[in-house]
């Protein structure tokens, strides 16, 4: 019996993108459908060959990614993994994506071989789920150590029910090390996701960042229970993370 490939869809105006991903996907053993708008991702799918993962991009004529991305998650049942791409500046519609449930996300522009490694990565996680298993509504609440962090409100909660509203920045900063936890995220990777831009060996816009949201933590730096740095390297978060609804 042949063996079954993975199924890609890819959901991108640019059909130069389009094109260049879905060739690369192509050749590292993925069948592959594109389209170039929502009606075309919509009749793809009720072609009835199933899609193990979409690749959707945020910023679409009519329907935005977005738009679709919850039309998605509220009309199937089988919550097909998500990898959204966006190639704005900020990280609002970014954040926005995660906390509706996608799987993950890659900046324009990006490295093609990356977005294969995250499509893999993805699709093993899915796997991970019992067989059967619906995929639960997006996580509301994060809670590690003392502390739990409101997804909706963007507050940081403590022991005692004390609520510290999180400026755009401390969240996404906490919410990238959420993510992350017990990995070693370097400085040039928090500046490609948090600044989207090139550091250099004098910008130390991440070590503040770091020391505000420490003090957000009540992180002793001397002895760090949450954020570690690891010398040479970055930063870890260093405690388990638990997401409920």
């Known amino acids: 019996m042949e063996e079954r490939l993975d199924h890609i869809l890819v959901v991108d105006d640019d059909r130069g993108i389009r094109e260049l991903v879905g060739d690369y996907l192509e050749r590292n053993g993925f069948r592959v459908s594109l389209a170039r708008d929502g009606k075309q991702m919509r009749e793809t799918l009720a072609e009835g060959v199933p899609v193990d993962l979409i690749v959707l991009d945020l910023m679409l004529p009519g329907e935005d ?45 990006f490295v093609p071989r990356e977005l294969v490694a995250r499509v893999r990565a993805v699709l093993r996680r899915t796997r991970m789920l019992p067989p059967g298993a619906m995929v639960e509504a997006p996580a509301r609440v994060a809670h590690f150590g003392a502390w739990r962090l409101d997804l909706a409100q963007r507050n940081l909660v403590d022991a005692d029910n004390v609520v510290t509203p999180l400026g755009s920045a401390e969240y996404a900063l906490l919410r990238l090390f959420l993510d992350h936890p017990q990995r070693v995220l370097s ?44 010398r040479n390297e970055g930063y870890v978060f260093a405690q388990t993370v638990r997401y409920e609804g």
Do not use: C, N
């Not at 970014?94 to 993950?104: F, T, V, W």
């Not at 040039?188 to 910008?203: C, I, K, N, T, W």
């Not at 816009?205 to 949201?213: A, C, K």
């Open 65 to 109: 990614g977005l738009t679709l991305f919850r039309d998605l998650r509220t009309r199937r049942r089988d919550a097909v993994p998500v990898l959204m791409l966006t190639a704005r500046s900020d990280d609002v519609d970014r954040i926005i994506g995660l906390e509706l449930g996608a799987d993950d996300y890659l900046t324009k522009p």
């Open 187 to 230: 400085r040039d990777q928090l500046l490609a996701q948090l600044v989207r831009r090139e550091s250099d060996v004098f910008d130390r816009s991440i070590d503040l960042r770091v020391s505000r949201l420490r003090r957000r933590l009540a992180d002793d730096a001397r002895d760090p229970q949450y954020i570690r740095t690891v």
